[in-house]
T-cell receptor, first 116, second 115 residues
Framework: DTEVTQTPKHLVMGMTNKKSLKCEQH?????MYWYKQKAKKPPELMFV???????INESVPSRFSPECPNSSLLNLHLHALQPEDSALYLC???????????????FGPGTRLLVL | AQSVTQPDIHITVSEGASLELRCNYS??????LFWYVQSPGQGLQLLLK??????LVQGIKGFEAEFKRSQSSFNLRKPSVHWSDAAEYFC?????????????FGTGTQLKVEL
Protein backbone atom coordinates (compact mmCIF):
# COMPACT_ATOMS: atom_id res chain seq x y z
CA ASP A 1 0.00 0.00 0.00
CA THR A 2 1.50 3.30 -1.10
CA GLU A 3 -1.33 5.56 -0.05
CA VAL A 4 -1.03 9.03 1.35
CA THR A 5 -4.33 10.64 2.29
CA GLN A 6 -5.05 14.34 2.60
CA THR A 7 -8.01 16.20 4.03
CA PRO A 8 -9.86 18.25 3.12
CA LYS A 9 -9.91 17.92 -0.66
CA HIS A 10 -10.98 21.54 -1.07
CA LEU A 11 -10.77 24.50 1.28
CA VAL A 12 -11.95 28.07 0.93
CA MET A 13 -10.83 30.53 3.57
CA GLY A 14 -10.75 34.24 4.21
CA MET A 15 -7.57 36.12 4.94
CA THR A 16 -8.39 36.32 8.66
CA ASN A 17 -9.28 32.65 9.08
CA LYS A 18 -7.26 29.91 10.73
CA LYS A 19 -7.46 26.48 9.14
CA SER A 20 -5.42 23.29 9.02
CA LEU A 21 -4.54 20.75 6.36
CA LYS A 22 -4.03 17.16 7.33
CA CYS A 23 -1.92 14.42 5.82
CA GLU A 24 -1.71 10.79 6.89
CA GLN A 25 0.28 7.75 5.82
CA HIS A 26 0.51 4.23 7.20
CA UNK A 27 3.49 2.96 5.25
CA UNK A 28 5.90 3.29 8.14
CA UNK A 29 7.64 6.19 6.44
CA UNK A 30 9.59 8.49 8.74
CA UNK A 31 10.02 11.42 6.34
CA MET A 32 7.10 13.63 5.37
CA TYR A 33 6.93 16.63 3.08
CA TRP A 34 4.73 19.60 2.22
CA TYR A 35 4.74 21.00 -1.30
CA LYS A 36 2.92 23.94 -2.84
CA GLN A 37 1.88 23.77 -6.48
CA LYS A 38 0.54 26.68 -8.45
CA ALA A 39 -1.39 26.10 -11.66
CA LYS A 40 0.74 24.95 -14.61
CA LYS A 41 3.86 24.82 -12.40
CA PRO A 42 5.84 22.01 -10.78
CA PRO A 43 5.54 21.38 -7.05
CA GLU A 44 7.75 23.49 -4.81
CA LEU A 45 9.08 22.06 -1.59
CA MET A 46 7.99 23.87 1.58
CA PHE A 47 8.93 21.67 4.54
CA VAL A 48 10.53 18.32 5.31
CA UNK A 49 10.10 16.38 8.53
CA UNK A 50 12.48 13.57 9.36
CA UNK A 51 11.72 11.41 12.40
CA UNK A 52 9.05 13.91 13.42
CA UNK A 53 11.56 16.77 13.51
CA UNK A 54 11.56 19.68 11.08
CA UNK A 55 14.66 19.24 8.95
CA ILE A 56 14.05 21.58 6.01
CA ASN A 57 12.14 24.86 5.87
CA GLU A 58 12.45 26.41 2.43
CA SER A 59 12.10 29.96 3.76
CA VAL A 60 8.35 29.64 3.96
CA PRO A 61 6.43 32.59 5.48
CA SER A 62 5.40 32.14 9.09
CA ARG A 63 1.71 32.22 8.17
CA PHE A 64 2.32 28.55 7.27
CA SER A 65 3.07 26.47 10.36
CA PRO A 66 3.80 22.76 9.99
CA GLU A 67 3.39 20.19 12.70
CA CYS A 68 4.23 16.49 12.88
CA PRO A 69 2.49 15.07 15.97
CA ASN A 70 3.51 11.48 15.22
CA SER A 71 5.17 9.41 12.55
CA SER A 72 1.96 8.92 10.57
CA LEU A 73 0.50 12.40 10.67
CA LEU A 74 1.51 15.75 9.24
CA ASN A 75 -0.44 18.97 9.61
CA LEU A 76 -0.11 22.37 8.00
CA HIS A 77 -1.66 25.19 10.01
CA LEU A 78 -2.72 28.23 8.04
CA HIS A 79 -3.27 31.71 9.41
CA ALA A 80 -3.65 35.14 7.80
CA LEU A 81 -3.06 33.83 4.32
CA GLN A 82 -2.97 35.98 1.23
CA PRO A 83 -4.83 35.38 -2.05
CA GLU A 84 -1.52 34.49 -3.71
CA ASP A 85 -1.31 31.51 -1.35
CA SER A 86 -4.14 29.89 -3.28
CA ALA A 87 -2.70 26.67 -4.71
CA LEU A 88 -2.73 22.88 -4.54
CA TYR A 89 -0.96 21.72 -1.38
CA LEU A 90 0.60 18.31 -1.72
CA CYS A 91 1.84 16.04 1.01
CA UNK A 92 4.38 13.29 0.39
CA UNK A 93 6.15 10.66 2.44
CA UNK A 94 9.20 8.46 2.06
CA UNK A 95 11.60 6.34 3.98
CA UNK A 96 14.25 8.50 5.58
CA UNK A 97 17.04 8.75 3.03
CA UNK A 98 20.14 6.96 4.21
CA UNK A 99 22.34 8.14 1.40
CA UNK A 100 22.20 10.02 -1.83
CA UNK A 101 18.56 11.02 -1.98
CA UNK A 102 17.41 7.69 -3.29
CA UNK A 103 14.25 7.32 -1.30
CA UNK A 104 11.06 7.46 -3.32
CA UNK A 105 8.47 10.03 -2.35
CA UNK A 106 4.81 9.03 -2.55
CA PHE A 107 2.31 11.84 -2.94
CA GLY A 108 -1.19 12.38 -1.70
CA PRO A 109 -4.00 13.76 -3.87
CA GLY A 110 -3.59 17.27 -2.52
CA THR A 111 -5.78 19.95 -0.96
CA ARG A 112 -7.00 22.66 -3.30
CA LEU A 113 -6.88 25.90 -1.29
CA LEU A 114 -8.60 29.13 -2.28
CA VAL A 115 -7.93 32.24 -0.22
CA LEU A 116 -10.45 35.03 -0.64
CA ALA B 1 23.15 23.46 -8.30
CA GLN B 2 21.05 20.69 -9.69
CA SER B 3 18.41 21.38 -12.34
CA VAL B 4 16.02 19.50 -14.57
CA THR B 5 14.92 20.63 -18.01
CA GLN B 6 11.91 19.38 -19.88
CA PRO B 7 12.20 21.09 -23.26
CA ASP B 8 8.68 20.34 -24.44
CA ILE B 9 5.92 22.26 -22.67
CA HIS B 10 3.15 20.62 -24.72
CA ILE B 11 3.08 17.47 -26.81
CA THR B 12 0.15 16.13 -28.81
CA VAL B 13 0.09 12.57 -30.11
CA SER B 14 -2.55 10.39 -31.68
CA GLU B 15 -3.88 7.45 -29.75
CA GLY B 16 -1.86 4.38 -30.59
CA ALA B 17 1.20 6.37 -31.60
CA SER B 18 4.51 6.13 -29.78
CA LEU B 19 5.60 8.73 -27.27
CA GLU B 20 8.88 10.14 -26.05
CA LEU B 21 9.09 12.86 -23.41
CA ARG B 22 12.46 14.46 -22.97
CA CYS B 23 14.24 15.18 -19.71
CA ASN B 24 17.74 16.57 -19.22
CA TYR B 25 19.37 17.02 -15.85
CA SER B 26 22.31 18.89 -14.48
CA UNK B 27 23.85 17.43 -11.37
CA UNK B 28 27.45 16.88 -10.34
CA UNK B 29 27.08 13.48 -8.73
CA UNK B 30 25.17 10.33 -9.65
CA UNK B 31 21.59 11.43 -10.12
CA UNK B 32 18.57 9.66 -8.79
CA LEU B 33 15.85 10.24 -11.34
CA PHE B 34 12.09 9.95 -11.30
CA TRP B 35 9.14 10.39 -13.61
CA TYR B 36 5.80 11.34 -12.11
CA VAL B 37 2.42 11.82 -13.78
CA GLN B 38 -0.30 14.18 -12.62
CA SER B 39 -3.88 14.15 -13.86
CA PRO B 40 -5.84 17.41 -13.55
CA GLY B 41 -6.49 18.33 -9.94
CA GLN B 42 -4.76 15.20 -8.67
CA GLY B 43 -1.59 14.36 -6.83
CA LEU B 44 1.55 12.97 -8.39
CA GLN B 45 1.81 9.29 -9.23
CA LEU B 46 5.22 7.67 -9.56
CA LEU B 47 5.73 6.10 -12.99
CA LEU B 48 9.30 4.87 -12.59
CA LYS B 49 12.65 5.65 -11.05
CA UNK B 50 16.33 5.16 -11.72
CA UNK B 51 18.85 4.72 -8.95
CA UNK B 52 21.61 2.59 -10.48
CA UNK B 53 22.20 -0.49 -12.57
CA UNK B 54 20.36 -1.24 -15.78
CA UNK B 55 19.91 2.03 -17.64
CA LEU B 56 16.58 0.99 -19.12
CA VAL B 57 13.92 0.99 -16.44
CA GLN B 58 10.37 -0.24 -16.70
CA GLY B 59 7.50 1.47 -14.97
CA ILE B 60 3.79 1.24 -14.55
CA LYS B 61 1.20 1.70 -17.31
CA GLY B 62 3.61 0.47 -20.00
CA PHE B 63 6.12 3.31 -19.60
CA GLU B 64 9.87 2.94 -19.72
CA ALA B 65 12.77 5.36 -19.47
CA GLU B 66 16.40 5.20 -20.46
CA PHE B 67 19.19 6.84 -18.50
CA LYS B 68 22.01 8.14 -20.70
CA ARG B 69 24.83 9.57 -18.66
CA SER B 70 26.72 10.86 -21.69
CA GLN B 71 23.71 12.95 -22.71
CA SER B 72 22.53 13.78 -19.17
CA SER B 73 19.12 12.55 -20.22
CA PHE B 74 16.34 10.41 -18.81
CA ASN B 75 13.70 10.28 -21.52
CA LEU B 76 10.33 8.65 -20.96
CA ARG B 77 8.85 6.43 -23.67
CA LYS B 78 5.71 4.48 -24.39
CA PRO B 79 5.23 2.43 -27.55
CA SER B 80 1.48 2.98 -27.88
CA VAL B 81 -0.32 5.83 -26.16
CA HIS B 82 -3.83 5.48 -24.76
CA TRP B 83 -6.30 8.34 -24.38
CA SER B 84 -6.08 7.93 -20.60
CA ASP B 85 -2.38 8.88 -20.73
CA ALA B 86 -3.32 12.53 -21.26
CA ALA B 87 -1.85 14.31 -18.24
CA GLU B 88 1.08 16.41 -17.01
CA TYR B 89 4.40 14.59 -16.76
CA PHE B 90 7.18 15.69 -14.43
CA CYS B 91 10.78 14.55 -14.44
CA UNK B 92 12.62 15.01 -11.14
CA UNK B 93 16.06 14.52 -9.66
CA UNK B 94 16.47 13.52 -6.03
CA UNK B 95 19.35 14.78 -3.93
CA UNK B 96 20.28 14.42 -0.31
CA UNK B 97 20.85 17.68 1.53
CA UNK B 98 21.86 18.32 5.10
CA UNK B 99 18.22 18.37 6.14
CA UNK B 100 16.84 15.52 4.14
CA UNK B 101 15.74 14.35 0.75
CA UNK B 102 14.83 16.96 -1.86
CA UNK B 103 13.23 16.55 -5.24
CA UNK B 104 13.90 19.10 -7.95
CA PHE B 105 11.24 18.98 -10.63
CA GLY B 106 11.31 19.97 -14.24
CA THR B 107 8.67 22.37 -15.48
CA GLY B 108 6.53 19.56 -16.80
CA THR B 109 5.23 18.41 -20.18
CA GLN B 110 1.51 18.52 -20.89
CA LEU B 111 0.49 15.53 -22.99
CA LYS B 112 -2.63 15.67 -25.15
CA VAL B 113 -3.90 12.56 -26.89
CA GLU B 114 -5.95 12.89 -30.04
CA LEU B 115 -8.51 10.19 -30.65
Amino acid sequence: DTEVTQTPKHLVMGMTNKKSLKCEQHMGHRAMYWYKQKAKKPPELMFVYSYEKLSINESVPSRFSPECPNSSLLNLHLHALQPEDSALYLCASSQVPIGGGRETQYFGPGTRLLVL
Amino acid sequence: AQSVTQPDIHITVSEGASLELRCNYSYGATPYLFWYVQSPGQGLQLLLKYFSGDTLVQGIKGFEAEFKRSQSSFNLRKPSVHWSDAAEYFCAVGILTGGGNKLTFGTGTQLKVEL
